[in-house]
């Protein structure tokens, strides 16, 4: 039989494997706390449970780890983690360290299908899902060997987290569970490009964790051109899900802007952006464009970001400019490329 990682699995799964393994419910959290407080790698080490149930778990799982492969650290603190998966695949992840938190961007795929422009991880093309515990790993990885007091989570690494909807679903669920590792949902953002179908689903879940749409364009045709994602969904469908997202959850929702040079700097952009901002009562992350290998798109000078700022606010939309870091080690949005 293949054993399996037993960090792939919720709590409410687990439980259910124990008393299918003939083992008192209350086990689970004992075995959870090993795996995500103490950060163990075997089961032997569990010493509180029994030699029958250490085997017995021995038998149907294993404790996976990332393999660390690079560690570069920027210049403003911030750190990039290369990782190396059990069958060879790398990802990377990132830790942003601000006064009082320390937010770790996660990558959930190798690769990733959807090609935007903007993104070296579009540039890589798609290679696979990652497992729930290759997502949580990654945290559990600078929590456990690296000592990081981890505060937040953005789904905003490698991938398309909504493409990989179950897995990203189960590891919100393991990294908000309080036996687990114990992150409130109101830190946790999943980042998408837009996938309206998994939007829909997550909406029903009511998890409270914040939705953060990577827009970039307020128009059909250039979002097409930047994100081809769009043909398939479209903006109208897409700002009307979002609505939908908004109304059921009551989670304020973020736009994420990366602004490009004569691409999507005009006032006319701006005019588009705010809109959509104000009829969702969203909050526009604005971010200016970073160098990616291949690409030649360039951020305005600081007098067009301004002005730019100036057109949003002056038609009332909610505007901040995300601060850019971890650039000098390829570590900032649209720069992960999991390579080595
Ligand atoms: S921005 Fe997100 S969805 Fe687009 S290519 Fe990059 S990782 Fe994929």
Not at 261 to 267: A, F, H, R, Y
Request: charged residues 25%; glycine residues 6%; contains cysteine.
């Amino acid at each position: 039989m293949k054993k399996e990682d037993i960090k792939n699995l919720t709590s409410d799964e687990l439980r259910k494997k124990v008393v299918v393994l003939k083992e008192s419910a209350y086990r689970t959290d004992q075995i959870l706390s090993w795996l995500y407080v103490k950060g163990v790698k075997s089961f032997a080490q569990m010493s509180n449970l029994t030699p029958e149930l250490q085997k017995k778990l021995a038998n149907s799982f294993y404790i996976g780890e990332l393999e660390l492969a690079e560690r570069l650290i920027s210049n403003d603190g911030t750190q990039k983690f290369l990782f190396k998966l059990e069958d060879g695949n790398f990802i990377e992840t990132v830790l942003i360290k601000a006064t009082g938190r320390e937010t770790v961007c996660v990558s959930t795929q190798a690769g990733c299908k959807f090609a935007c422009k903007f993104c070296a991880s579009g540039k890589k093309g798609f290679i696979r899902n990652l497992k729930p515990s290759e997502i949580t790993g990654q945290i559990v990885y600078l929590k456990h060997k690296l000592n990081f007091h981890v505060t937040n989570i953005v789904f905003m690494g490698m991938g398309e987290p909504l493409d990989n909807y179950l897995n990203t679903v189960k590891a919100v669920k393991i990294i908000n569970d309080e036996k687990c590792l114990n992150i409130a949902a109101r830190r946790i953002t999943i980042s998408t490009c837009g996938i309206i179908p998994a939007i829909k689903k997550l909406k029903n879940l009511n998890l409270q964790i914040n939705l953060s749409i990577s827009l970039h364009a307020a128009d059909d045709k250039l979002r097409s051109r930047l994100m081809p994602v769009n043909k398939k969904y479209p903006l109208k469908k897409l700002i009307n899900e979002v609505e939908n997202y908004f109304k059921a959850t009551n989670r304020k929702i973020t736009l994420e802007y990366i602004l490009m040079k004569s691409i999507n700097d005009s006032k006319c952009d701006a005019e588009g952006l705010a809109r959509i901002a104000n009829q969702l009562k969203a909050t526009i992350n604005l971010i200016p464009c970073h160098e990616v290998t291949g690409h030649n798109l360039t951020a305005p000078d600081k007098d067009a970001i301004d002005r730019f700022i100036k057109h949003l606010r002056r038609l009332e939309a909610n505007v901040t400019l995300r601060v850019s870091k971890g650039t000098d080690i390829g570590g900032a949005c649209g720069q992960l490329a999991g390579k080595k």
